[in-house]
């Protein structure tokens, strides 16, 4: 049932060890944030400890974008990804001894940590892919990878509210620690066909990545209209609880609109697996283009069942995003400079969405949840227009013949 272009990845050992790895990685991260956001929330009734826990798990990855910058190119990216993920699992294991001491300043400092060496675990992970699949597999590898993580996402979420309600955050948090401890076993298996020359590997950091991205227009375009995606999710994040609200889909309506966003982007980042051998970085403008439409039509739909559809329909054009973004990066960044590229993106990418999150309430006391949303696809629009201005083909001056 598999297309054949989504198995031939799958016939790596390395990277179905590699993929698997991640998703379990990553439904442990949910279930985890999943249990504490109630743990916190049951414990000290206050929304404002839970938007605390929020920042908390999203601002330390900024900073781990910067580190895995400095490390990720410089060591053997298969050891960079075990260790990492060894120092989650140690974080977690002090989470768990501040829900059992019952004190949030330790979890808190615990989850911050989790978040920063996290990052680390992911860069080297995106860097490694090329690594483990054949060349003009890299499409299909970025789809199975993407899909993934976003099945786990939607199973870590589900799991985590079934784990508080019968064995409270301990248990969720003793879930987490084992799925890291899962992962390290496969990804102590992985096996490296080459890495990057060691002459490349010199220098590093997130000030050389981003003279390097600044150096290559494809990889300027490609890292920066990734933000202004990153941006307009986070604006239509923060403002999706009252929106959904106000369809009438009430309390559950967030939950609903991001059911709908992940079997969207599930359904994108596979066909675009499946269908696509090698990316073009001018793609990025048809699926921004997208994104930007499906918000527009969501935001206006005026029905609340065919507004899930939009958010669908954008959640599709959403994964189509990642897919054509991840594998560009893979074909334009040399292979010593992967890690880099990657670090300068999630350094951006985060603090794009943390930003917006932020500036929602600024925008949300002047402007409606639809017209808040109609900005970010206005957001995306631009972001279209700038890779089609950017990467549009240079004509050539036609040379008169002898």
């Known amino acids: 049932m598999i297309p054949e272009r989504l198995r031939r990845p799958l016939e790596s050992p390395s990277f179905r060890r590699l993929a698997l790895g991640k998703s ?10 999943a249990v504490l956001v109630g743990w916190v929330y049951e414990s000290t009734s206050s929304v404002a400890q839970v938007a605390l826990l929020m920042v908390i798990r999203l601002v330390p990855p900024i900073v781990g974008g910067g580190v895995a910058a400095s490390i990720v190119d410089r060591l053997p990216r298969q050891r960079v990804l075990v260790w990492s993920e060894l120092a989650c699992a140690a974080t ?5 001894a501040g829900v059992m001491a019952g004190s949030r300043p330790l979890v808190f400092a615990c989850v911050g940590l989790c978040g920063l060496v996290g990052m680390i675990s992911t860069v ?51 879930a987490n620690l084992a799925s890291y401890a899962f992962a390290v076993v496969l990804y102590a298996r992985i096996r490296v066909s080459s890495e990057p020359e060691a002459a490349a590997n010199k220098g590093g950091g997130l000030l050389d990545g981003l003279r390097y991205v600044l150096s290559s227009r ?28 106000e369809l009438g889909l009430g309390a559950s309506g967030y939950g609903w609109a991001l059911a709908a966003l992940g079997t969207g982007m599930i359904a994108g980042e596979a066909l675009t697996g499946a269908i696509a051998e090698r990316i073009d970085p001018r793609w990025l403008s048809f699926g921004l283009a997208g994104m930007g439409l499906f918000f527009a039509l969501f ?3 005026g029905s609340a069942l065919v507004a ?20 560009a990066i893979h074909q334009e960044a040399d292979a010593g ?6 670090g300068v993106g999630s350094t951006l990418w985060r603090t794009t969405m943390l930003g917006a999150v932020a500036f929602a309430p600024v925008i949300d006391a002047v402007a409606s ?15 279209a227009v700038l890779v089609q201005l950017m990467l549009r083909p240079r004509r050539r001056l036609a040379t008169a013949p002898a």
Do not use: C
Not at 230 to 241: C, H, Q, R, S, W
Not at 308 to 324: I, K, P, Q, S, T
Not at 369 to 383: C, E, R, S, W
């Open 24 to 33: 379990i990685s990553y439904l442990g991260d949910w279930l985890m944030v």
């Open 92 to 96: 977690i294991a002090g989470a768990l």
């Open 124 to 174: 080297a992970g995106n860097a490694l892919i090329p690594h483990v699949v054949e060349p003009e597999q890299l499409a299909a590898a970025n789809g199975i990878h993407s899909v993934g993580q976003e099945a786990a996402m939607a199973l870590g979420a589900v799991a985590g509210g079934v784990t508080l309600a019968l064995g409270g955050a301990a248990a969720g948090l003793a």
């Open 218 to 245: 494809p990889l300027t375009v490609v890292v920066g209209s990734f933000a202004f995606g990153t941006l307009a999710a986070g604006l239509v994040n923060a403002t999706l609880p009252k929106f959904t609200a």
């Open 299 to 301: 935001a206006w739909a």
């Open 308 to 327: 899930l559809l939009f958010l669908v329909a954008f959640g599709v054009a959403n994964g189509f995003v990642e897919v054509v973004m991840m594998t």
């Open 337 to 342: 400079y992967q890690g880099r590229v990657f």
């Open 369 to 383: 949840p639809a017209q808040t949303i109609t900005v970010a696809a206005i957001v995306l629009f631009a972001g």
